[in-house]
């Protein structure tokens, strides 16, 4: 079993800058991958994913947030983080941390991040 713990979700203005944090408790020896997902609040809206590393420096980032945001990762603190700047209203979500382990991926419950215009 992994827990997830997100922090550091808040509001910030247009243009701001927001670092969200999420630490990973228990059988941590099993994760490979680590990432972010976001869902907004608009009904039937899905889940969008942001961004993953590996367990180096290896990242990805989906095209909406690519040059903005930045993924980082810790593992002496099995901790990945996600630097986010020039916000923009349309990033406003519930931003969720995910890793993939041998067994299945877990989930956070998810930190809220309002931008407002």
């Known amino acids: 079993q992994v827990q997830l713990v997100e922090s550091g979700g808040g509001l910030v203005q247009t243009g701001g800058s927001l670092r969200l944090s999420c630490a990973a408790s228990?059988?941590?020896?099993?994760?490979?991958?680590m990432g972010w997902y976001r869902q907004r609040q608009a009904p039937g809206n899905q889940r969008e994913w942001v961004?993953?590393?590996?367990?180096?420096?290896?990242?990805n980032y989906a095209d909406s947030v690519k040059g903005r945001f930045t993924i980082s990762r810790d593992n002496t603190k099995n901790t990945v983080y996600l630097q986010m700047d020039s916000l923009k209203p349309e990033d406003t979500a519930t931003y969720y941390c995910?890793?993939?382990?041998?067994?299945?991926?877990?989930w956070g419950q998810g930190t809220q991040v309002t931008v407002s215009s």
């Open positions: 228990g059988s941590t020896f099993s994760i490979s991958t």
């Open positions: 995910y890793c993939n382990t041998y067994v299945k991926p877990y």
């Open positions: 961004a993953f590393i590996n367990s180096g420096t290896n990242a």
